[in-house]
């Protein structure tokens, strides 16, 4: 198959390359068809149309055309689950013993709790 070295070299570009428009392909088409929301169902039947009878270019001309949308749209869809993230980390987690600790002295600030009991929620808190 490889006679020479740059027969290798040849063969690994184009494997290269073809793995790389798969990548671009595929990001495309997640932009077009989950992140995009304001395309039309037309417009993008157009540009699955393109990118099935001229590929390579139209993958270029996309990434040129909505190459900045494209990276708009997946910063804000990775902030979003970042956001969902965090939240659901912020809900499983909990409340800090600090906040237990400040809740607790402000019920027996008020009244509401004995100072054995106070002492109680702080020592369960710190545990």
């Known amino acids: 198959m490889w006679n020479t070295f740059w027969d290798f070299l040849w063969t690994t570009l184009v494997i290269f390359a073809f793995i790389a428009y798969l990548m671009i392909l595929f990001n495309i088409l997640v932009d077009l068809f989950w992140r995009d929301h304001k395309t039309s169902g037309w417009v993008k039947a157009i540009w699955v149309i393109f990118l099935i009878v001229l590929p390579y ?67 369960k808190a710190l545990s």
């Open 57 to 123: 270019l139209t993958a270029l001309v996309y990434l040129i055309a909505r190459g900045k949308g494209m990276a708009e749209r997946a910063r804000d869809q990775a902030m979003a689950a970042k956001r969902e993230t965090d939240d659901y980390i912020k809900q499983a987690a909990g409340r800090s013993p600090a906040q237990e600790i400040a809740d607790a002295k402000n019920l027996l600030e008020t009244g509401t709790i004995s100072q054995a009991e106070f002492d109680t929620l702080k020592a």
